[in-house]
T-cell receptor
């Protein structure tokens, strides 16, 4: 199993550009989520999905869109990039969404918005 | 609003020493408390976790101490090794139909040889 994979690993955007961060998992997990990690702030939840076709907002959803058409994939779209979205983005998945489930994180995408 | 407060921000420990990282929370609805370990350039990975009805959990050199009445919990790393150098995040989970992880701000641990 590859686990949770993310592409690209690094990306530089100009303000106003749009892009999609890709996330895929091969563990047949129902639950997937996106976090951003900023210095001194830990990880914050952006959006999450409890299954194909079902998504919801997390703590910091503004400026981001998600969709979940398959169990495996959960892309994150930046509609119009802003410097405040410079961050490291992590995708994660867990099997059922119970409190005690282990969240499996991908390797991250480092995004810089100029 | 930071619901889980973590300290210290950084920590330097000599090889063989004890590393201690502390966390505090306010929301009594949290029902599970995991710790994640993150190496540079990698995603966080679950290290150890505890339920609130247990006061201590030990796995090898890693121990969580949990004080429900004080709403505090801590990670102790015994016999710290240079390979333990990483960033550690405490977290707390809310189950509202989806496991919502609320993370602390992280502690960067450096274990000197």
């Amino acid at each position: 199993n590859a686990g949770v994979t993310q592409t690209p690993k690094f990306q530089v955007l100009k303000t106003g550009q749009s892009m999609t961060l890709q996330c895929a998992q091969d563990m047949n997990h129902e639950y997937m989520s996106w976090y951003r990690q900023d210095p001194g702030m830990g990880l914050r939840l952006i959006h999450y999905s409890v299954g194909a076709g079902i998504t919801d907002q997390g703590e910091v959803p503004n400026g981001y869109n998600v969709s979940r058409s398959t169990t495996e994939d959960f892309p994150l779209r930046l509609l119009s990039a802003a410097p405040s979205q410079t961050s490291v983005y992590f995708c994660a998945s867990n099997i059922r969404g119970f409190s005690t489930d282990t969240q499996y994180f991908g390797p991250g995408t480092r995004l810089t918005v100029l | 609003q930071q619901q889980v407060k973590q300290s210290p921000q950084s920590l330097i420990v000599q090889k063989g020493g004890i590393s201690i990282i502390n966390c505090a929370y306010e929301n009594t609805a949290f029902d599970y408390f995991p710790w994640y370990q993150q190496f540079p350039g990698k995603g966080p990975a679950l290290l150890i976790a505890i339920r609130p009805d247990v006061s201590e959990k030990k796995e090898g050199r890693f121990t969580i101490s949990f004080n429900k009445s004080a709403k505090q919990f801590s990670l102790h790393i015994m016999d710290s090794q240079p390979g333990d150098s990483a960033t550690y995040f405490c977290a707390a989970t809310l189950n509202t139909g989806f496991q919502k992880l609320v993370f602390g701000t992280g502690t960067r641990l450096l274990v000197s040889p």
